[in-house]
């Protein structure tokens, strides 16, 4: 049964450990401080939890360069700290996904360290090696203008290895059998320790051929398969969210025709396309993405998103459409990032409530699962002297107190933001708590809005022609019942003609006012929003939000 799908009406609140909640005082989160902070998720509305990696790493990139996949790095707590910490957010109904990074190890990692020993030691095929400088060393960068080749010459080897990120990140070879059955050890080792699934990093790069000078690489999909087959043996309700940043065309094959591929993918098409409706009220282009996206197969399903741990990705917008997003959102080169994107929190974007509401509102309401990025909730902002992708990983902002309640350290990871509109003393947990229309009182009601419109998750979709050109309608019907969800991305208030098809959906209920909304004669409703003003509405029967998810 589709309803047996947890992650169809799931809400993701996405976090990196080290900058989350730090209870031993060192300055780095850790596993006790987030059991600690469980409960504000669980207020919050959050059943599922997903975490940055924190296995043991050199961490030169946010954690992503593994040392270690059985273990936690020291600085964030122990195994027992990670099964204490799974035992507690079980008892609060809370799921965890946790990065599965394999594309790549730390140069640190023992295999590496083995395999650049000699051409015959136990791990050299697990890696990608040249003994010539292929013709393609400095070509398919992943972080263009910082890193500077993909392949890199290693004297103890007498060889290149090949890495898709930094140089300090080597790949490993998919293709020899024993890597993918150690990749298949770590995903059981850490299913038995109680997580729910795998976030799984960088999945086109996993699959991709890596031949030195290969100008045609193929995506071996049968490895996703191979993945599925694994993960669904050990644990039937497990997930794999991947991260494709693809053509919406090539999406069907990470899916599978027959869901047999990733449960859950990333919507970066989307994602771009929402930043530019948002920078220019052109929502053409947003409706023609949520189109292009459209996902046949039931059981699979997009996540959907606003801001995440990297740059806002803005490479498959046009010179002339992201030139528009720069100059609204990130109009300074140091708000740039790789020539791409923007290094920029949601809110300091934004510089308005109620575009940070419209665009919470949306991604709530689109096709698939939401996902929260940590801080928020509450409209932190960045910290553009921090380098690179680092301007938007600072620490959870919990009170006003000394280093905003996140460490009693006198050194931190990353520095808190302490001053300014979106310093500690101004956006802040404990604050907006007693704050009624609080921006974190507003994303929990929103939170607890979407997972009662079991609609979106579960129903049919249909982008509706409402004759306005700045207003976006989507219709979802599910059994008896169907939710409408309109959102204006224009400055003024405007009038909404909205004809349905269903005697049911005669009469309107706004599920955020007490306000109903009657058809006229001609069975047409008038729809009044504001500037950057969204409603939701159901029509239908209720009955069905009484059935235990």
Same mark, same amino acid.
């Given at each position: 049964?589709?309803?047996?799908?947890?992650?169809?009406?799931?809400?993701?609140?996405?976090?990196?450990?080290?900058?989350?909640?730090?209870?031993?005082?060192?300055?780095?989160?850790?596993?006790?401080?987030?059991?600690?902070?469980? =409960?504000?998720?669980?207020?919050?509305?959050?059943?599922?939890?997903?975490?940055?990696?924190?296995?043991?790493?050199?961490?030169?990139?946010?954690?992503?360069?593994?040392?270690?996949?059985?273990?936690?790095?020291?600085?964030?707590?122990?195994?027992?700290?990670?099964?204490?910490?799974?035992?507690?957010?079980?008892?609060?109904?809370?799921?965890?996904?946790?990065?599965?990074?394999?594309?790549?190890?730390?140069?640190?990692?023992?295999?590496?360290?083995?395999?650049?020993?000699?051409?015959? *030691?136990?791990?050299?095929?697990?890696?990608?090696? *040249?003994?010539?400088?292929?013709?393609?060393?400095?070509?398919?960068?992943?972080?263009?203008?910082?890193?500077?080749?993909?392949?890199?010459?290693?004297?103890?080897?007498?060889?290149?290895?090949?890495?898709?990120?930094?140089?300090?990140?080597?790949?490993?070879?998919?293709?020899?059998?024993?890597?993918?059955?150690?990749?298949?050890?770590?995903?059981?080792?850490?299913?038995?320790?109680?997580?729910?699934?795998?976030?799984?990093?960088?999945?086109?790069?996993?699959?991709?051929?890596?031949?030195?000078?290969?100008?045609?690489?193929?995506?071996?999909?049968?490895?996703?398969?191979?993945?599925?087959?694994?993960?669904?043996?050990?644990?039937?309700?497990?997930?794999?969210?991947?991260?494709?940043?693809?053509?919406?065309?090539?999406?069907?094959?990470?899916?599978?025709?027959?869901?047999?591929?990733?449960?859950?993918?990333?919507?970066?098409?989307?994602?771009?396309?929402?930043?530019?409706?948002?920078?220019?009220?052109?929502?053409?282009?947003?409706?023609?993405?949520?189109?292009?996206?459209?996902?046949?197969?039931?059981?699979?399903?997009?996540?959907?998103?606003?801001?995440?741990?990297?740059?806002?990705?803005?490479?498959?917008?046009?010179?002339?459409?992201?030139?528009?997003?720069?100059?609204?959102?990130?109009?300074?080169?140091?708000?740039?990032?790789?020539?791409?994107?923007?290094?920029?929190?949601?809110?300091?974007?934004?510089? =308005?409530?109620?575009?940070?509401?419209?665009?919470?509102?949306?991604?709530?309401?689109?096709?698939?699962?939401?996902?929260?990025?940590?801080?928020?909730?509450?409209?932190?902002?960045?910290?553009?002297?921090?380098?690179?992708?680092?301007?938007?990983?600072?620490?959870?902002?919990?009170?006003?107190?000394?280093?905003?309640?996140?460490? =009693?350290?006198?050194?931190?990871?990353?520095?808190?933001?302490?001053?300014?509109?979106?310093?500690?003393?101004?956006?802040?947990?404990?604050?907006?708590?007693?704050?009624?229309? *609080?921006?974190?009182?507003?994303?929990?009601?929103?939170?607890?809005?979407?997972?009662?419109?079991?609609?979106?998750?579960?129903?049919?979709?249909?982008?509706?022609?409402?004759?306005?050109?700045?207003?976006?309608?989507?219709?979802?019907?599910?059994?008896?019942?169907?939710?409408?969800?309109?959102?204006?991305?224009?400055?003024?208030?405007?009038?909404?003609?909205?004809?349905?098809?269903?005697?049911?959906?005669?009469?309107?209920?706004?599920?955020?006012?007490?306000?109903?909304?009657?058809?006229?004669?001609?069975?047409?409703?008038?729809?009044?929003?504001?500037?950057?003003?969204?409603?939701?509405?159901?029509?239908?029967?209720?009955?069905?939000?009484?059935?235990?998810?």
């Amino acid at each position: 049964m589709i309803e047996d799908l947890w992650y169809k009406n799931a809400v993701i609140y996405s976090l990196d450990l080290e900058t989350f909640m730090d209870r031993n005082g060192d300055g780095i989160g850790d596993f006790e401080g987030l059991a600690s902070r469980l =409960d504000y998720l669980h207020a919050l509305g959050i059943d599922t939890v997903w975490l940055a990696p924190f296995q043991v790493s050199p961490n030169k990139d946010n954690g992503y360069d593994i040392k270690d996949y059985y273990g936690v790095d020291p600085s964030h707590g122990t195994l027992g700290d990670f099964v204490e910490f799974i035992h507690q957010a079980k008892k609060r109904g809370i799921k965890v996904i946790i990065d599965l990074v394999v594309n790549h190890t730390s140069d640190q990692h023992p295999w590496f360290q083995d395999a650049r020993s000699s051409e015959s *030691s136990k791990y050299r095929d697990w890696y990608v090696w *040249s003994k010539e400088k292929p013709s393609d060393w400095n070509e398919g960068m992943v972080f263009p203008g910082v890193q500077k080749a993909t392949w890199t010459y290693d004297e103890k080897a007498k060889a290149y290895y090949h890495h898709r990120f930094y140089k300090h990140q080597p790949d490993l070879n998919i293709d020899n059998l024993e890597v993918r059955e150690e990749i298949e050890r770590i995903i059981g080792f850490w299913l038995q320790l109680g997580v729910a699934g795998f976030r799984i990093d960088a999945v086109p790069f996993i699959l991709e051929t890596q031949e030195p000078g290969d100008e045609n690489k193929k995506i071996r999909f049968e490895y996703l398969r191979e993945m599925r087959r694994f993960l669904q043996w050990r644990r039937g309700d497990a997930v794999m969210l991947g991260e494709a940043n693809v053509e919406p065309k090539e999406s069907s094959k990470y899916f599978g025709k027959e869901g047999e591929g990733i449960h859950m993918m990333f919507n970066f098409y989307v994602n771009q396309y929402i930043f530019y409706a948002l920078a220019t009220s052109d929502i053409q282009p947003l409706k023609d993405a949520i189109e292009a996206t459209r996902i046949e197969f039931p059981g699979s399903q997009w996540a959907q998103f606003l801001r995440n741990h990297d740059e806002l990705d803005l490479a498959r917008l046009t010179d002339e459409q992201r030139q528009k997003v720069f100059e609204s959102f990130g109009p300074d080169k140091n708000m740039q990032l790789y020539d791409r994107g923007i290094r920029r929190r949601l809110s300091s974007m934004l510089l =308005d409530r109620k575009k940070t509401e419209l665009a919470y509102s949306l991604i709530f309401s689109l096709p698939g699962t939401p996902v929260l990025r940590y801080g928020d909730e509450i409209g932190m902002g960045e910290n553009l002297e921090l380098e690179e992708r680092n301007a938007v990983r600072t620490p959870m902002q919990w009170s006003s107190n000394k280093n905003a309640g996140f460490s =009693d350290a006198d050194k931190l990871v990353n520095p808190v933001i302490e001053d300014g509109a979106y310093g500690c003393k101004e956006v802040n947990v404990e604050t907006q708590r007693r704050i009624p229309d *609080s921006l974190l009182n507003w994303m929990t009601n929103l939170i607890r809005l979407r997972q009662e419109c079991i609609e979106i998750g579960w129903g049919e979709w249909s982008i509706l022609d409402v004759n306005v050109p700045d207003v976006l309608c989507i219709r979802y019907n599910y059994k008896d019942s169907s939710v409408i969800v309109l959102h204006n991305f224009n400055d003024r208030e405007v009038e909404v003609p909205l004809t349905l098809e269903s005697k049911n959906e005669l009469k309107l209920i706004d599920l955020m006012i007490t306000e109903t909304s009657v058809a006229n004669k001609a069975g047409t409703h008038t729809i009044r929003l504001s500037g950057y003003g969204y409603r939701w509405f159901r029509a239908g029967g209720l009955t069905h939000l009484l059935r235990k998810r």
